[in-house]
């Protein structure tokens, strides 16, 4: 029995230096199969997804063209300083609405549109459709009493077709 035991001793120094060597070689197996998957992954993500995104784009349907409504020419008088000469704005305008049926919605009510951009036209003054940001400013400002006006409805922009000053 005692010559077992040193060789049973010998066996544990054995396994105790193999198994340092073992557990190396699992890291160093377990990280290569990580470094795989995450360059399969990073691959995936930076080629082929893209692929599937524009599959979806082209089933999704086109969008609607947006319809137009015609305003009545109008022809107002600009608000000024007593004893300068009378200036006058011609606009010809176009509502801009996303759908067919909103048509119908908004055409009863254009008297009331056109009351409400006549009086606002009415009270501006030449300085205030200066440049570029003048007519942004109206513009904006007329898309926001447009869909006052016709409220259950919803006007997408007010354009210009024709702005005269004179």
């Given at each position: 029995?005692?010559?077992?035991?040193?060789?049973?001793?010998?066996?544990?120094?054995?396994?105790?230096?193999?198994?340092?060597?073992?557990?190396?070689?699992?890291?160093?197996?377990?990280?290569?199969?990580?470094?795989?998957?995450?360059?399969?992954?990073?691959?995936?993500?930076?080629?082929?997804?893209?692929?599937?995104?524009?599959?979806?784009?082209?089933?999704?349907?086109?969008?609607?063209?947006?319809?137009?409504?015609?305003?009545?020419?109008?022809?107002?008088?600009?608000?000024?300083?007593?004893?300068?000469?009378?200036?006058?704005?011609?606009?010809?305008?176009?509502l801009?609405?996303?759908?067919?049926?909103?048509?119908?919605?908004?055409?009863?009510?254009?008297?009331r549109?056109?009351?409400?951009?006549?009086?606002?036209?009415?009270?501006?003054r030449?300085?205030?459709?200066?440049?570029?940001?003048?007519?942004?400013?109206?513009?904006?400002?007329?898309?926001?009493?447009?869909?006052?006006?016709?409220?259950?409805?919803?006007?997408?922009?007010?354009?210009?077709?024709?702005?005269?000053?004179?």
């Amino acid at each position: 029995m005692a010559d077992k035991e040193p060789a049973e001793g010998e066996g544990d120094a054995a396994e105790v230096v193999a198994a340092p060597k073992s557990k190396l070689k699992l890291i160093i197996i377990v990280v290569g199969v990580l470094a795989i998957l995450g360059v399969s992954a990073a691959t995936w993500f930076l080629f082929f997804r893209h692929h599937d995104e524009e599959m979806h784009a082209e089933t999704a349907p086109p969008p609607k063209p947006p319809v137009f409504v015609e305003v009545p020419e109008m022809l107002v008088n600009l608000a000024g300083s007593p004893g300068d000469r009378i200036q006058y704005l011609k606009v010809k305008l176009v509502l801009e609405v996303k759908e067919e049926k909103q048509i119908e919605a908004i055409k009863p009510s254009m008297p009331r549109v056109t009351d409400i951009f006549q009086t606002y036209l009415r009270e501006l003054r030449p300085g205030d459709l200066n440049g570029s940001a003048g007519l942004f400013r109206l513009k904006e400002e007329l898309t926001r009493r447009v869909n006052a006006a016709v409220a259950p409805s919803q006007v997408s922009a007010v354009l210009f077709k024709e702005i005269v000053v004179q």
